[in-house]
Every structure is written in C-alpha cells, then in structure tokens.
C-alpha cells in the first residue's frame, strides 16, 4: 500500500510546480543590481534572491557556476507566432482584426526566440495600416496551446503605423500592361494618413457617445436596444478610454510630433512609439508626452524614412528622458538582444545596467506587465535567462531559459536530443521511400 | 636593422611632410599573422608599415598616437558587400547592382562606385578600411521579373576612403561573379513557410522539369566559356577581322587562370556542380554564400577552394534545422580545413561584420580563426594577401586601433589608418548625434 | 389524391419499367450497419421506402426480384461534404485541395493570381463581401451535373451538397443522387447548416485588390460581425414585430436572415492549431459547429480536444500524399511525413474516443480513388464495420438524418449499395445502386490519371 502512494507521488510530483535554485550565478537583477549568489523559485515564482539563500525542500539545483543569469528578455516589436498574413491591409482602418484570433503556438520562431533569451513578445499588427489590427502579449511558453501562450492580464493593444508603409497601398504601382492595376487605397500622403487617423477616432468617439448614451439609460432603469457593436470601432473606444495601448510604428520625426499632437486632441496618449528611428530629433517631446520608445539599435538606411537612423538614437533618447526599448520586429534579431542592448553601450555610452533594461524591465514598462516580468524580484514571474558569459558580449551563448519557474529551453537537451529526432526523421523518410519505387539515381552529368 | 629605418626617415624627410606617416607608440598588436605583441610601436611611412618594435624613434614630421593600453589590429575587410553601389535598396534610383542581361563580365563595378556614400564613412568608424563590393543585386541577384542573369560582372576590392573610386581602388578587377544556377534552394531567405507553400500550389515544375531546366542553364553557361575560349584562341593567332568583344575580353584573365570566378552556390549539391564546372573549365573559383556545406566540404578543402560566408546571425533554413545551424557553419569550415572569409551581402550591416565573427567563437570556433577570416584570409583569397590583411612590414598601413577585442561589441575604435592616413571617424550619423543630443 | 397521381403516372409505367416501385432483392448479405448483419437475407422496397429486411422477409406480389445470390447489400453511402449536384463548383482540374469541397470557391476557371471581381473591392464588413448566406444549395442543383453520375458509381447514393464558395456560401442540402428531371425530386433536406470558409483560394499575398477580407484575421473579423449584427438584427426585429409603433424600421439584410435561419456552421479545420482555434470560434458565435479537414486528427492531442467540445467532424479522406517527382534532396518537414505517415490513423483514433465522425471524399470521385482511401484508414486501424458506418450512419446522425437514411431498415430511403464481396476490398466490385428505390448500374470506370496532368515517371505508379 504504502509502495502505492509513494509510487503515485512520484507520478504526480511534475505536476506540482517543481521548486528550483539556480545557485552559484552572477545575477543581474537590473532593478537591485548585480551579485553573486542564487536564485530560489517556488511555484513558478521568484522566492529569494541572495548571496546566501534558504534551500527549499526537494529543490531542483541547477548550478550555474561562472554562468550569468538575467530577467529573460522581452521583444516589444514582434510578428511571430502569427497565421496568415500579419497586415489587414485591404482597408485603410482594419482595427477589427486581431492578431489574438490568429495565434500559431507551433511556429518554430517560438522555440529559436527562447533559445535567444526571449520570452515575453509583443506580437503586433503589420505596418500597412494607418491604424492596423489588436495586438497581444505572449509568453514563449513552447509546447502549450494558443491559449496558453497568451500573456495573462497584459493590457490589450491596437497597432497605428505612420510614413512609408501605411501610404504604400496609396501609391500602387503602375501597370505593367499585363496585370490591371491595383486600385489605390486612401491615403497616399503622410497628411492622407493623419486625416485617416483623426477620422477613425472621430468615429470612435461618436460610437463611444452612443454607447455611454446607452449606458446611462440603462442606469436610469430604462431598457432600450443596445446599439450595433462595431469591431471596428470597439477598440478604437477603448483607446479613447485609456483601456488600450496604442503601438505606433512611426520613423519621422514630424510623424512622431503629429501623432502626440493628434492624441492629446483625442484625450488619450500613446503608449509607445515603434522603430521611431528619428526619435532622438524630438526627444524632450516625447519625454514630455510620457510615451515609450522602442527602437532598433543600428538598422539605418534602408529606406529613405530611415535615412537619418543613427545608433546613438537610444542612447540620446534615454539621456533625454524617455523610457526606451530595443526590440527585433524580425525573427532572427530576437534571437539576440542582449548583444542589441550592448550596442547601446557602445553607441552613446549607456551603461550596462541601462543597457540590460532597454530588452527587460523597460519593454515590460512600456506594456504595464513590470508588476510580473523585467527584472529579478522577489515575487515576479520566474522568466529567467541563464547564459554560460556576459550576456552582453557577443560571445555569450544561452544556456537555459525558464518561464514561470519551468525549464523550456535548454542547450544541453536541445543538443543530445538531435541524434533521436534525426534518426526518427529518418525512419520516416526510409519507411516513406520503401512505398514508392525510386526513380532512375545515380548522380546526373553536368554541361 | 635601424640603419635601413634612419636612413629611410631621413630619405623622407628631406621631402616635404606627410599625412600618411605615423608612429603609433605604446599598443598591444595583433598582427594577425604571428603572436600578439605587447607595449609596442608602429612606425608607418609614405602609407606602409614601415617597422614594429619595441622602441622606435619618432622620426621628423612625423605624427605621434599614443596608444597605451590600446590595441591595434589589421584594419578589417568585408568580403562581400555593395558598397558605393547602393545607397538605399527601397530606392531604385539609388541602386547600381543587379543589371539586365545574361552574360555580363564586362560591367565593372569599381567605375560605378561613389566614394561619397554615407555607407563609407559609416563602416571606416567600425574599422573597416576596405571591402569587396559586388555587382550582383540583392537576394537571389537578379532583377525582379528579368530573365536569369549569370554572369554580374566583375567585383571590386577598394578601400573605404578615397577621393575618387581611382583613389580607393586596390583591385579594381578582383572576381567575375557568377550567379550559378539554382536547383532546389530557393534564393534569398530560405525556403517558403508551407503553409504559404501550399497555398502558392507549390512551385508549379516538377523536380524533373527543374533538373531539366538546370542542367540546360549550366550547359548555356559552359557554352558561354566556351565561345570565350574561342575568342580568346582566335585573338591569341590574331585571326584576321576578329571584332573586339568586350564580353569575351572581361572573360580572358579569367580563362588564364589570373581572376577568380565568384560564384554564388548555397547547396551542397550546387558547390559540388560549382566546383566541376570550374574544373572542367580549368578556372579558380571562390564560393559565395553557401548556406549549408555538408558533403561539400571535403570537396572544397581536396580542391582549395576558398568560401566567403554570409551572415552568421542567420535562421536556419529548414523548420526541423537545429536552431544553431547558421551559427555553427563558420566552425565546420574551419574543422574541414575550408579556408573562408566573412562577408555581409548587405551595406546596412558591414559594420557589424566583426560582430558576425564573434557569434562564430560563441558556438565553436576559435578566437584566432575568426579574426583571421575578417583580416588575412580575405586578403588572400582576394589576391592581396602580400599588400594587405595583417600588420607586417612593407604592407599597406591599413589599420585600427581599439580600445579592446575588436570582435567585442563594446570596444570602441579609437583610430583607423588607411593608407597610413588617420581618417576621421565621423559620419552624417555622429554629426547628426552631437547636434541632437545638444538641442536646447 | 393519391389515386389521381397514380393515375397521371400510369402512363409512365412503360418508361420506368426500368424502375419497378416494388423490388425485392434476395439471398443476400445484408449490412444493415444498425443492426445485426443478416448473412443470407432479402430487402424489400415499395415506392423508394424499406419495406422489409431480414432472414424471411416476405415478398409481395408482383415485385420485381433480383437473385443477390453472392452479393452484398449496403446502404448508400452519404457524401458528408459535397458540391455535387452544383456543376459550376467542380474543381477546376483533377483533385481539389483538401478540406475545401471544391478546389476553389471562386466560381469557372479563372487562375487565382488574376481574379477579377465583378463587384467594386469589399471596403468592409459593412459591404458583405463573398456572402451569400441566404442560398440554399437546394435551390441550385442541376440534375445535369455529371458527377452525379461518377459519383453514384462509386457507391454514393447521397450527397450532402454545399454551395462551396466565399466566405459565407450559405446552406448545404442532402440529397439523394437520382438521375432525375427536376431538382426538386433530389432534395432530402433543403438547409442543414452554413458553409463557411476562411479564404478565397489564390495567393498569400492577395494583395488589396481583393477588397476586405485579405488576412485571416480579417476574415475571422469579419465572420464575427456579421453574427454579431444578426444578433442585433434580431432583436431589432423582434422589438419592431412586438410594437412598430414610432421606431425606425429594421433594414431588411437577406445576409442576416441566411445567417439566422442556419441551425450550424460549417468551419475547415486541418491543423491541429485550426481546429483548437475554430472550435473556440465557434463556441464564442454560440453556433453549432461541424469541422471539416481534419487532416492532423491523428495527433494525440486532437481527440480530447474535439471531445472536449463534443462536436462532430468531417474528415478528408484525401490523405497527404508524398510529393510526385520530388528533389531527391530536398528535405521534408517532419510534420509533413507523419501527415503522409499517421493521417489515415486518424478515424481509428477519433473511433476510439468516441469521437463522431464522418468520411468525405473532398474531390475523389473515381471508385478506386474512394475504395484506395478508405481502405488505408482501414489498414491504418479503422474496423472495417466502422468504416462503412463512417460513411452511412454517422454522417445522417451528424446531419439529423438518422431517422430515414444511413441505415438498412424498415421505413428508411431505400438507398443501397450491393457488391459483389465486402466493400473496400481491392477486388470488390459494386454490382448496382439503389437511390429512392430506383436502380442505377455503376458506369464504366476512368481510366487511372485520366485528367489529371502527365506523369512525368512513367512506371512509378502512385
């Protein structure tokens, strides 16, 4: 009998959120600075941090001697994980969709952003739209359902998008004579894409009148027909409510200036400005406005929007005021933003602690999720980072990444397990061959 | 061993002073091509290295740097990019890479280079004094929509500081790139997500349709050798009312083994196809780009064939890749014996080009090795290694001083020499830095 | 009045004496599929009806008798998801692709990249785009459609019909595949839920030519508005019909009213990820659901899940297939050789858990196509009993039918297959069917590929 319950606990042990001390690291907490010591987890949550810590009983000890570890990183510009084309871009307005109807938990992105340190993301909309789709935190937490990547209690978001990209379906390319030519969509100017903008939220606020009108009615006992829910314009009151985050993908510096302008006429702020590759221009105002900036550390050039990037945009921007954070908005950058946030270093001199927070505690700022993830505190998520150097030298490599005190990537694992994958792979491959006769081998001559 | 340096000095300074004469005094160099030496100088006249030593006079009108505590290295080279050819890829106007046509070996790059690009000062800040620039277009290198094109013309090796592209040239003919064609391997960024391939209905040929087509590409491009190899037969007997073909005469050094064909190849199978055709043509070759080397490898060691690899902070081209695939690349070259140099195939991330290098050493390969592929080896494999490539005496004085490895993101550039002229390290965007940062 | 019909059509005796109204088929074994199989028995059918079934079952007089002596007797097998009977849905060449019924909902041949739309781009929600929800496929059958014919020939007695195309294509039909002269007598049900689809067929990269919907959130989006207008249209409607008096009247929308009036949706699902995504879809629409594809149902994870939910599912039977002609070297993703692998797994492991299910042929219509397709999923671990019932009893209780077809029994259709040897067998051989009673023969087989593009290996066979 007793053989039975132990036999059972045994079982059910991995059910039960496991307690872990990571020990022997140098820990960068970001927030309360940098030791040496250990990292104690307790259901899936930072328990202690220390030079000396308090073992908790059955603890699994991962020692990370010489190893560095740091809060995970958090990618505030992302368009992983996502089904189908990431633009709505067939209508100037597409506030209706969102990206949290499309979640893909199986893209492999998922799996390479962990093993780069990354897991939090913010998945937005594409860039076509003036104002574009609702967006949506994630975790990476690979191997869940779509469901259970989402980011629990993350504020919703709504993607605007200024300059080049939201104009683009304005000025089609002519005809090549073959192919009739795609009918223009408003608007095709920067100006076009302003009006769009004031127009949108007109609406909105017209919609949310309608609705507090509503509203009050039903307070006073009455009972009329609600109005026709717009999905378009729901998020678009929220907006105006301060209930949702705006993220602006913007690159000019008088696009930058607008957009503030334009909310502040509309009662609400934007929460964070993105790529905002001129930013450093007209720092003191967006400092001023208390908007975020999430940036590229060195892309430049690559449009003629983003001819005067400059690399010291961070750096100028941070010194200035504004909360500032590097993110990818590409699938191979996430893999590496910690050597992002080290080029900040070199560019303007940021200082390390800086740096680290600009792809930590600062992108969870930007997205009001600071009370959970972005630094190592006692009482936030365990979204840890484990790498064997510094992670900001170039030479650095992950080792482990953990989400809610759970282990979801780790090198060594990933590393023995490639012999088995191959070889089952291969089984297939082999069986699959068998049922069908080969055609004619041998290697083809060449001209 | 002084007497030769004295007298030099004095030999120089009987002329008037020059700005391409300097001693660097107090660094740790890396010469690249022998042990790290502490606490030295370089002496550098008339843009040479001129001598390294432990105590070296400062000869008259010359310029002192003072470099303790720094270090200095080989300035570094690009071995891939489109430098002074494109300025801003979303803008055709401002791109000269990728022309039309098929057979293209005359279009000559160096001639079409503005040495006025902002991308130059940009990347001598980064340390990089000089750079092959190519003239095949982006990804896949062709023009959208153009017939296929296989021969982009002839890359150049220059400096990044010059005031005209004469000034900046080193080899102003220093490969003919060849767009091999392709089977199977998509260019550019990989395969399709399947999703989206299944919904494009695939690629509409069969593989034997594909082969097909391929085999017919590479016999039109054999053919193409072939008609060269006919002029050049016919030129050597001055054969009466031949007509200069400025075709075949771009071919001609190539065909006397003097120039290197620069051939795009990302598979295994099409390095090997690569590589025999180049045998069969009795030409030397350099691989370019090659994703994946596999089989390829011991191929290219047997037959010396040199690789400039891409970007190391790539994705793996597969979904079932191993998430390091790109990473790891640069060492199984290495542990094959492969000789390679780094290059970026995009303006935009040149300067990052020792960062790429670094990420090599995180998942294998040696230290050494890697700053190897960024100084000496491509001097080498481009035909320089004599001029440029490693701090040695007689060489070209291109080269940096840093404040640590230079492969560290977080080492600033404190000097850069080219030619044994300090270039300054400001570019539109450093301006564009002091000015904002101080607005009132 | 029944004697004045039966007056009207004396004359037509003659024409249908083809068709007895009374036969009896005797000496046979009978799968009745709800019942016991009765190893050497007769079906009776009087006027398209079931009259009798058994070991003894009596003959009328007069009945026409078949000597079944050897044969099998079936019933018809139902098409869960067909467009059948709409000739302008057939696919365009050869298969369609899988989890649509037709390889592209946009009607003729038009190539995908160059669709020109005959309405002005949608510029949103508000102009309902490639909806069409008030059709009833009933009211587009075309008895001339010559896939009946094919079809029949392989077994199928039944179709259930949908009008495959946009993005609402309104509701499918069950009817029955006799050759007939009016549409009218082929109808089983006229509506039996909403064909939905979440893409337009062509590109990825659609492009805004196309109007709103482009993405697939977009049509998510859009899918979604339109039932949360019909919400409001109803209740609109409702507090209008209870008192017009001083309220603005409600715009009549035939697109809301098509959406109202279906009792379930149609949602395509294939990945695992799709089908997570549709279900939750569908439970925040509050409508019933039916999904369709199913072509990763064989992942561990997709029968609780599905059970989870309770709802039923239609599964392709057009399983992945390795590659024709593929690069010896290009490299399969491990997902897509276990697709090849397990896929035909799927109904074995749905039965297991007692999930509900039903077999489509989604495009085969050659009788060896269907017989190859089943019979992998048989081979991969479906029982054979199960199978048969797939594609008889379930589908007509997933569509509410149960109650007069899927089944050999007693006042049931009289829809039947009869073989010679058990069904899905290689060397089976379908002798005659049945629909409403009348007797059709299978027609000649197509010859293997026909139509459906060269082979470029002669000698590998598929």
Known sequence: MRKFWVAALVTLAPLYAENIVIQNATIMTVTKGTLQGSVVIKDGKIAEVGEKVMMPQNATIIDAAGQYVIPSIIDCHSHIAVDGNINEGSVAVSSMVNIKDVINPEDIAIYRALAGGVTTANILHGSANPIGGQTIVLKMRWGKDAQGMIFEGAVPGIKFALGENPKRPGNPPFSRGIRPTVPARYPATRMGVEDTIREALNEAKAYKAEWDEYAAKVARGEHPIPPRKDLKLEPLKEVLEGKRYVHAHCYREDEILMLLRVADDYGFKIRTLQHVLEGYKVAAEIAASGTGASTFSDWYAFKIEANDAIPYNAAIMQKKGVLVSLNSDDAELMRHLNTEAAKAMKYGGVSETDALAMVTINPARQLGIDNRVGSIEVGKDADLAIYDKDPLSDYAKVEKVLIDGRVYFDRESDLSGRPAKALEKQKLIDKEKQSRPRPSGGRRPIG | ?440 | MRKLVAALLLPWAWAIAENPRTLAIRNAKIVTVSGPVVNKGTVVVRNGLIEAVGENAPIPAGAWTIDGEGMTIYPGLIDSLSTVGIPSLAPAAGRGGRGQAAASPTPATTPATAVAPAAPPAKGPEDRPATTSWVLAADEIDPSDRRIESVRSAGFTTAVTFPARGIFGGQGSIIDLVSAERAGEMVVVPAVGQYLAVSRGGTAFGGFGAGFPNALMGYIAYIRQVYLDAEHYKLVKEAYARDPRGMERPEYDRALEGVLESKRILLPANRLVEMDRMLRFAAELKQPVILYGMREAYRAEAAPLLKKYGSPVLVSLHWSEPPRDPDPEAERTMRSLEDVDQGPAAPSLLQKAGVPFALYSDGLDQPRDLQRAVKKAIDAGLARQDAIRALTLSPAEIYGVADRMGSIAVGKIANLVVTKGDLFYDHTQIEMIFVDGKQYKPAAEQPADGGRGANEEPGVSQ
């Open chain 2, 1 to 440: 061993m002084r007497l030769p340096g004295i007298l030099m000095v004095c030999a120089l300074a009987a002329g008037a002073a020059t700005n391409n004469s300097v001693l660097i005094r107090g660094a740790d160099v890396y010469p690249v091509t022998s042990a790290p030496v502490k606490g030295v100088s370089i002496l550098v006249l008339d843009g040479k290295i001129a001598e390294i030593g432990a105590k070296i006079a400062l000869p008259k009108g010359v310029r002192l740097v003072d470099a303790r505590g720094l270090r200095v290295y080989p300035g570094m080279i690009d071995s891939a990019t489109q430098l002074g050819l494109s300025e801003i890829p979303a803008i055709r106007e401002t791109v000269d890479t990728g022309d039309l046509g098929e057979f293209m070996p005359q279009l000559r790059a160096l001639s079409s280079v503005n040495p006025d690009s902002e991308h130059f000062p940009v990347v001598r800040i980064a340390g990089i004094t000089s750079v092959i620039t190519l003239p095949a277009g982006g990804e896949g290198g062709g023009r959208f929509g153009a017939p296929r094109q296989y021969i982009s013309g002839q890359a150049a090796l220059i400096h990044t500081y010059g005031w005209t592209w004469e000034d900046m040239a080193i080899s102003g003919s220093a490969a003919v790139y060849v767009q091999f064609p392709t089977l199977g391997a998509r260019g550019g960024r990989g395969p399709l997500p399947e999703s989206i391939a299944e919904l494009a209905g695939g690629t509409g040929a069969t593989f034997t349709q594909m082969l097909r087509t391929y085999q017919q590409e590479v016999a039109k491009l054999a053919e193409f050798f072939d008609e060269a190899r006919r002029y050049q037969k016919a030129k050597a007997a001055n054969a009466p009312g031949l007509v200069r073909d400025l075709k075949y005469e771009a071919m001609l050094p190539v065909l006397d083994g003097k120039l290197p064909l620069a051939v795009a190849a990302a598979t295994p199978r099409l390095i090997h196809d690569a590589i025999q055709f180049a045998d069969k043509q009795h030409v030397k070759i350099v691989i370019m780009q090659p994703r994946e080397l596999g089989s390829a490898a011991a191929e290219l060691k047997a037959k010396n064939v040199p690789v400039v690899l891409g970007m190391v902070l790539a994705l793996p081209h597969q979904q079932d890749d191993p998430y390091d695939q790109a990473f790891t690349l640069p060492d199984e070259a290495y542990k094959a014996g492969v000789k390679f140099a780094f290059g970026t195939f995009d303006n935009e991330f040149v300067r990052n080009l020792p960062y790429q290098a670094a990420t090599a050493v995180a998942f294998g390969l040696p230290q050494d090795e890697a700053l190897k592929a960024v100084t000496i080896n491509p001097a080498q494999i481009w035909g320089v290694g004599d001029q440029l490539g490693s701090l040695e005496k007689g060489k070209s004085a291109d080269l940096m001083v840093t404040t640590g490895d230079p492969l560290e993101i977080q080492t600033q550039v404190k000097h850069v020499l080219i030619r044994g002229q300090e270039i300054e390290l400001t570019s539109k965007q450093t301006r564009l830095y002091e000015r904002y940062l101080n607005r009132q």
